[in-house]
């Protein structure tokens, strides 16, 4: 499948190539892909489609190591980002850490899309998880994030903050 999915891309057939390689990664989520090219080749309504429909449909085979199917969750999820689309953005990444719960990665999208939903106790929840079981992961991902990242990210924590001051155990986290 995957051999096919790379002769229709080369031939310039983009819904053949994507139709194929879905099929492959339902089969098998290691399947080799390189998905930096098809971050880079395809717009993200189609990775969205790739990923998330061979997610869904590994999701109901037997047997599909979940690790594996939580990248291609993650990638659903990128996409989501990348479209613009929080909400689905929210539910990708919240599969993702139903799968790996110490994906940090994972945890800093989830919780931005879920502030930016306006979904305040699963933002909530999100970040007191980070903060409580994965501090050291999920501070690395915050650190890396450039400074326009950085100030999204620092504006609905101290939002969330303010709205919790009276709660003083969860303002502190």
Excluded at 59 to 64: P, S
Excluded at 69 to 98: N, P, T
Excluded at 151 to 173: E, G, H, M, W, Y
């Amino acid at each position: 499948m995957m051999r096919l999915g790379d002769l229709a891309a080369w031939n310039g057939q983009t819904a053949d190539a994507l139709r194929h390689y879905g099929d492959a990664l339902s089969v098998n989520p290691a399947t080799r892909l390189d998905h930096n090219w098809i971050q880079t080749s395809y717009s993200a309504k189609q990775r969205l489609e790739l990923y998330g429909g061979a997610a869904d449909r590994a999701a109901k085979r037997e047997g599909i190591d979940q690790t594996q199917l939580a990248a291609l969750e993650w990638y659903a999820g990128r996409a989501a980002l990348d479209l613009g689309d929080d909400a689905k953005c929210l539910e990708w990444f919240s599969r993702v850490l139903g799968r790996t719960p110490t994906d940090a990665g994972a945890r800093y999208y989830a919780f931005r899309s879920a502030f930016v939903t306006r979904e305040t106790a699963r933002a909530v929840e999100l970040a007191l998880e980070g903060a409580r079981k994965h501090i050291v992961p999920f501070a690395d991902v915050v650190k890396a994030l450039d400074a326009t990242a950085k100030a999204q990210f620092i504006s609905p924590v101290r939002t969330l903050a303010s709205k919790n001051r009276s709660n003083l155990p969860i303002c502190r986290d």
